[in-house]
């Protein structure tokens, strides 16, 4: 990535300074995730869309390691435009200072609306969020938000999704189709996100593969580390 002073700067600090990736639950998506992916969408576009210019969506950017490879690998994927959504504003200036795509915005995809339909979605979306409820500090399944939210995105006939998981019994019941909400879960899609679970597409499931989604770190002049296992998930919705 071709990076400017500042963001050189700003770089640094998210990569060494432990309290920022726990504050936002920033992970980068690892290179190798990015290739496995980036290597089944070539494979399904070359199969089923050889003739089509298709839409691309990544609705949590980051510092744009999937924007990368969407630009890096754009003839083979038959990008016709790219829209990169990111909540937090130094994320947003790092990707319009490298990234000269169709659209950037700084936004919370959880709250975003658009009527716009996207053949293909890559994400790597925060696992897990606090919030306070019933007057409580609470924490829930943020991944889970983001996948409904991408799911019920529109859509003609079928789209494909593809998103980094944590590696973990909840995540496997999604090839069950058997992920039970909360109550804190219910109210927070239905009132806050306006997430209507209920009317979700039929999908379905294919594993790609697992990778370690690990950040390291210094602390007093100590390497360290802190992430997790996660599998990489693509999901094609259809019926819209």
């Known amino acids: 990535m071709s990076r400017g002073k500042q963001s050189d700067e700003f770089y640094n600090l998210k990569e060494n300074f432990v309290g920022y990736q726990q504050s936002f639950d920033f992970y980068p998506t690892p290179d190798t995730c990015i290739n496995i992916i980036m290597k089944d969408m070539k494979n399904i576009i070359k199969e089923y869309f050889e003739y089509d210019e298709l839409d691309f969506l990544e609705p949590n950017a980051g510092v744009g390691g999937f924007l990368k490879g969407l630009i890096d690998h754009k003839e083979d994927l038959k990008i016709k435009s790219i829209t990169a959504l990111e909540i937090s504003p130094p994320f947003v200036e790092i990707l319009k200072e490298n990234y000269k795509i169709d659209y950037i915005q700084q936004t919370d995809f959880l709250k975003w609306n658009s009527k716009e339909e996207?053949?293909?979605i890559v994400m790597n979306p925060?696992?897990?969020?606090?919030?306070?409820y019933q007057g409580k500090r609470k924490t829930y399944d943020a991944w889970l938000f983001h996948l409904y939210k991408a799911l019920l995105l529109p859509f003609k006939l079928d789209k494909y999704i593809y998103i980094i998981l944590p590696d973990g019994p909840r995540t496997d019941d999604l090839f069950n189709y058997n992920i039970k909400l909360s109550p804190m879960e219910k109210d927070l899609m239905k009132t806050?996100?306006?997430i209507d679970y209920k009317d979700l597409p039929d999908y379905q499931i294919e594993e790609l593969g697992k990778c370690d989604n690990f950040i390291k770190f210094n602390i007093r002049?100590?390497?360290?580390k802190m992430g997790l296992r996660c599998k990489i998930l693509r999901i094609l919705?259809?019926?819209g």
């Open 237 to 239: 919705a259809y019926g």
């Open 221 to 224: 002049g100590k390497p360290s």
């Open 118 to 120: 996207y053949k293909f």
């Open 126 to 132: 925060p696992f897990r969020d606090y919030v306070d």
């Open 192 to 194: 806050k996100y306006k």
